[in-house]
């Protein structure tokens, strides 16, 4: 079965250092989103990317975090400089998006812990 | 402003039983409608689907149905298993705006008892 992996699979870190998270999709898809799953909140949407282009980084905060694109095999999330309130499981989602093509498939996550 | 809700944080149901999930939405906007299922440590994946233009899509045990005037939407899953014990999350997408872009509730976690 194709899968979408995310590295690393726990980041600990303390307050203030830069984090880079990264994610390889499924070959063939257009659509990469990031999603960050927090104990207070459901799936919330960050950024996405469709044919590698940036479509939507509504969701996170700009003057922290960035995402990109460099290639069709990585989509990174960066965090610098990381906040304790930046604690949360960070999915990476992939998808082919049309009528009727059904959902995306998500990686297994980051972990992340900053101290 | 949530535009996906699910009302219950929690499920508890015996095995062989029914178990209903329930969703409901704001944005008049979406038309594609996913229920995806998380195990712990693990990401969510993709259960089953509905568009808007059916009121009912089954698959195997598990089918949804679609309230478009209510804007609601719920998954029954029969008969319940142990090993459906998982948070179960709605998800809501319009293909004309924001194409692809799925918006989440906060998940309902099921509990199938033996």
């Known amino acids: 079965d194709a899968r979408v992996t995310q590295t690393p699979r726990d980041k600990v870190t303390e307050m203030g250092q830069e984090v880079t998270m990264r994610c390889q999709p499924i070959l063939g898809h257009n659509t990469v989103f990031w999603y960050r799953q927090t104990m207070m909140q459901g799936l919330e949407l960050l950024a996405y990317?469709?044919?590698?282009?940036?479509?939507?980084d509504s969701g996170m905060p700009k003057d922290r975090f960035s995402a990109e694109m460099p290639d069709a095999t990585l989509a990174t999330l960066k965090i610098q400089p990381s906040e304790p309130r930046d604690s949360a499981v960070y999915f990476c989602?992939?998808?082919?998006?049309?009528?009727?093509?059904?959902?995306?498939?998500f990686g297994s996550g980051t972990r992340l812990t900053v101290v | 402003d949530q535009q996906v809700k699910q009302n219950s944080p929690s499920l508890s149901v015996q095995e062989g039983r029914i178990s209903i999930l329930n969703c409901d939405y704001t944005?008049?906007?979406?038309?594609?409608f996913l229920w995806y299922k998380k195990y712990p440590a693990e990401g969510p994946t993709f259960l089953i689907s509905?568009?808007?233009?059916?009121d009912k899509n089954e698959d195997g045990r598990f089918t949804v149905f679609l309230n478009k005037s209510a804007k609601h939407l719920s998954l029954h899953i029969v008969p319940s298993q142990p090993g459906d014990s998982a948070v179960y999350f709605c998800?809501?997408?319009?293909?004309?705006?924001?194409?692809?872009?799925?918006?989440f509730g906060d998940g309902t976690t099921l509990t199938v008892k033996p």
């Open positions: 509905i568009s808007s233009i059916k």
């Open positions: 989602a992939s998808g082919l998006v049309g009528p009727g093509v059904g959902g995306y498939t």
């Open positions: 998800a809501a997408r319009g293909f004309n705006t924001n194409a692809g872009k799925s918006t």
């Open positions: 944005n008049s906007m979406f038309d594609y």
């Open positions: 990317f469709r044919n590698r282009a940036p479509l939507d």
